[in-house]
């Protein structure tokens, strides 16, 4: 076994979780921060640009998930279990099986919003400028979509492999791209052409194109631990149902996340543009938890993965309980101090007292549950790598319901307004994070 597997299955798990979970952790607080500067770039540009991007941002949102969280966990969690029992061969032949699945992926999504996205766009209250914009954005964003994808595959492999540095620091220069190219797609700076929202969109794209051309040649040299080989190019069908058996249950929890989101964004719509700008700007504000609780999830996942390939439970369960608590934790914290100083950055977001105020109300709702939704997420993550699916599932569908009807109800029974909604967001995180708490206490895992 080589080094870094021997500290997967032997070393001190918090020290090796934190110098694990450290890159990626960096990497996707500076792409938090990125996609915070979109929105204030896009602030400049009215209520109704941060409106158009908060009903489209489902859309990303989904893709995203899908590309980053449920595919490319499925495709670390195959590959580390592969290294976990010595099978390199075979994880090199699951290298091309990702790939033709990511290409797959890229294209549903792209034919299912063809087919369907400007009328799921007027469901959600888009009409006139408003609908223009987001369909606008979602369609370049789609028509792209390809290079997400495979920047979430490749990246998920590398980190099967052990290697977070190299995808953690693509990503941070991505993200230093992404910016530069905001401003000057989004307000017109440089000299650039001014594409509104639009230029989010291609800026995003130019960003997932780079880290997959440079994680490509990684691949494709001598220092990687796991080669994309020619000789390897063939399919099998226990390699494709190796990745879809932890993909397609896991790709259930990013429809019913953005699900929760949709119903979310079509209640809230009802209250009007500076109601839905409001929300769109505290949802995003939520990217300040992501990175955390990605860093030590997707480390989590390699971990755990390699863990059970060898055969050791115990530690994976482990793995799963400081790593869980710890991302709780920090993220718990990040959702006070959010919660208890409004006044010190919604104001650079919101364009107007109105959307101020929704901003307010949403985060003072949400943000004391975020140290559950933290939990959640990355216990969600390490599922994935023991391939034990079947309780982060029924916890992301517990967590629609209750936002759902929760939030039907405030509205159509209590009369509770925009709180009731928020509050019924609130009570899902918290159930979310302690149904998978619970659930591997029980064993799940084991069961698996």
Not at 249 to 277: D, E, I, K, N, R
Not at 354 to 372: M, P, S
Not at 428 to 436: D, H, K, R, S
Request: aromatic share 12%; with cysteine.
């Amino acid at each position: 076994m080589d080094t870094r597997t021997q500290e997967f299955l032997n070393d001190p798990i918090l020290p090796l979780l934190a110098r694990m979970a450290a890159p990626n952790t960096i990497a996707f607080f500076i792409q938090a921060i990125v996609v915070l500067t979109e929105v204030w770039f896009i602030s400049k540009l009215g209520t109704t640009s941060l409106a158009a991007v908060a009903l489209a941002f489902p859309i990303l949102m989904i893709t995203q998930q899908m590309a980053f969280g449920a595919l490319g966990g499925a495709v670390t969690s195959s590959i580390a279990r592969s290294i976990g029992t010595g099978d390199t061969e075979r994880a090199e032949k699951l290298l091309w099986h990702s790939l033709l699945i990511a290409s797959c992926g890229a294209l549903v999504f792209l034919l299912a919003f063809l087919l369907g996205g400007e009328s799921l766009l007027r469901i959600l209250g888009g009409k006139g400028p408003l609908l223009e914009e987001s369909l606008s954005y979602c369609m370049i964003f789609l028509s792209g979509g390809i290079v997400i994808w495979l920047s979430g595959s490749l990246s998920a492999a590398l980190r099967g492999m052990g290697n977070m540095l190299y995808p953690a620091m693509l990503m941070s220069i991505s993200s230093g791209i992404q910016v530069i190219l905001s401003g000057g797609f989004i307000l017109g700076w440089f000299g650039f052409p001014k594409l509104g929202i639009a230029g989010a969109a291609v800026s995003a794209l130019a960003g997932g194109s780079f880290m997959s051309l440079m994680m490509f040649l990684k691949l494709s040299s001598s220092s990687s631990k796991i080669n994309l080989r020619i000789s390897s190019f063939s399919f099998e069908k226990e390699l494709f149902k190796d990745i879809l058996d932890v993909f397609l249950p896991a790709s259930l929890a990013p429809v019913f996340t953005v699900g929760t989101v949709l119903v979310l964004t079509g209640l809230v719509g009802q209250f009007g543009t500076a109601a839905l700008a409001g929300y769109g700007i505290g949802s995003r504000v939520e990217f300040l938890m992501i990175p955390l609780v990605f860093g030590i999830g997707t480390a989590m996942t390699a971990m755990v993965g390699t863990n059970i390939g060898a055969k050791n439970i115990e530690r994976a369960e482990r793995i799963g309980w400081l790593g869980g608590i710890s991302a709780g934790f920090f993220a718990g914290i990040i959702g006070i101090v959010l919660a208890l100083t409004p006044e010190l950055w919604i104001n650079f977001f919101a364009s107007d007292e109105a959307t101020y105020l929704v901003t307010k109300q949403y985060i003072q709702a949400v943000g004391f549950c975020y140290g559950f939704q933290g939990l959640g997420l990355s216990l969600y993550f390490a599922s994935q790598g023991a391939s034990a699916m079947k309780w982060p599932i029924i916890a992301t569908v517990t967590r629609f319901t209750v936002a759902a009807l929760g939030g039907w109800a405030a509205i159509y029974w209590f009369s509770s307004g925009l709180a009731g909604i928020f509050y019924s967001a609130a009570i899902a995180m918290t159930l979310f994070g302690l149904m998978l708490l619970i659930s591997l206490r029980m064993g799940a895992w084991r069961k698996s």
